[in-house]
């Protein structure tokens, strides 16, 4: 078992609390917003900025005041898995400091998310860090974790045609607990049809470093999962963590498959009108 899963009764108090203190605002909602930080991710920065204007859109009309500390960088996790761990104690100080005053810290990813929930591992007992970095666990969330048990959130007003699968990220669902609550968000979404396809759970082989580490393996586990794509019949893959969706995208385009890859988000918030993960604007050889 690995030392980085967060046991199940933890992260059910983790929420109930959170309910609970939300319950105990409710009166004073109308007055004062609940406040978010929104921790953007590297990839989502670098590639796919559309992901992070959903995830506010979403987080704004669940009643949020969203804001983007622009100190923030890289969750660490890189340095982290790569035993690095002067350069992940920074990182964390960084981030910690950026995120302070914040009710909740959310995220469009629950491997991003996770590391952050790592931080207080980085720290000795004695080290005022460690108090600072259990602060933040308590208060980070991924988003659709964050909407459904949390804010208790499911207005969803999009409509998305199509028949759709769901990939499980690893760290979404085995450190957070993330399962049901995006299924729960999707079946909100008019005119969508999921189709669950088989080995849902089962890692794309992405994994970070892990792929660059071990190329032929990742290659392999990434194919056994764009045949499951394909089997399901579906006609879009969705996912919640970019750093996968990235990686399944590039392989059912190489192999020629007519499937889009999205974000969850973009799905929720009705932000489809750009072009699919992995598809460009434009014809190649043309100007953009």
């Given amino acids: 078992m690995s030392t980085f899963l967060t046991p199940p009764e933890d992260k059910e108090v983790m929420v109930q609390k959170s309910r609970i203190r939300i319950q105990a605002n409710t009166m004073q909602a109308?007055?004062?917003?609940?406040?978010?930080?929104?921790?953007?991710t590297c990839?989502?920065?670098?590639?796919?900025?559309?992901?992070?204007?959903?995830?506010?859109?979403?987080?704004?009309?669940?009643?949020?005041?969203?804001?983007?500390?622009e100190v923030q960088t890289c969750c660490g996790q890189p340095a982290f898995n790569s035993g690095d761990k002067k350069t992940t104690q920074q990182i964390a100080r960084q981030t910690i400091e950026a995120f302070d005053g914040y009710e909740y810290v959310v995220g469009p990813s629950g491997s991003c998310i996770g590391m952050l929930q790592?931080?207080?591992?980085?720290?000795?007992?004695?080290?005022?860090?460690?108090?600072?970095?259990?602060?933040?666990?308590n208060r980070a969330f991924e988003i659709t974790s964050f909407l459904t048990d949390v804010m208790d959130f499911d207005s969803i007003l999009s409509a998305y045609e199509g028949n759709v699968t769901y990939h499980d990220s690893c760290a979404g669902l085995r450190e957070l607990g993330v399962k049901q609550q995006p299924r729960k968000l999707l079946a909100k979404v008019a005119n969508l049809t999921l189709t669950e396809m088989e080995d849902a759970e089962t890692c794309c082989?992405?994994?970070g470093t892990f792929c660059?580490?071990?190329?032929?393996?990742?290659?392999?586990?990434?194919?056994?999962?764009?045949?499951?794509?394909?089997?399901?019949?579906?006609?879009?893959?969705?996912?919640?963590?970019?750093?996968?969706?990235?990686?399944m995208a590039g392989k059912l385009k190489r192999q020629g498959h007519n499937i889009e890859t999205r974000h969850i988000v973009e799905v929720l918030a009705g932000m489809t009108d750009e072009p699919a993960i992995g598809e460009a604007a434009y014809e190649l050889g043309q100007s953009a």
């Fill in 43 to 69: 990839l989502v920065d670098m590639f796919r900025p559309s992901i992070g204007f959903a995830t506010i859109k979403l987080l704004e009309s669940a009643g949020c005041e969203v804001s983007v500390p």
């Fill in 118 to 137: 790592h931080y207080a591992d980085l720290f000795d007992n004695n080290d005022p860090w460690k108090a600072r970095a259990e602060n933040l666990k």
């Fill in 205 to 207: 082989g992405f994994g």
């Fill in 212 to 247: 660059v580490k071990y190329p032929e393996i990742s290659n392999r586990m990434v194919e056994n999962k764009s045949a499951n794509v394909e089997l399901s019949g579906a006609t879009t893959l969705l996912g919640g963590d970019l750093g996968c969706l990235l990686n």
């Fill in 30 to 40: 109308s007055e004062k917003s609940i406040k978010v930080g929104l921790f953007v």
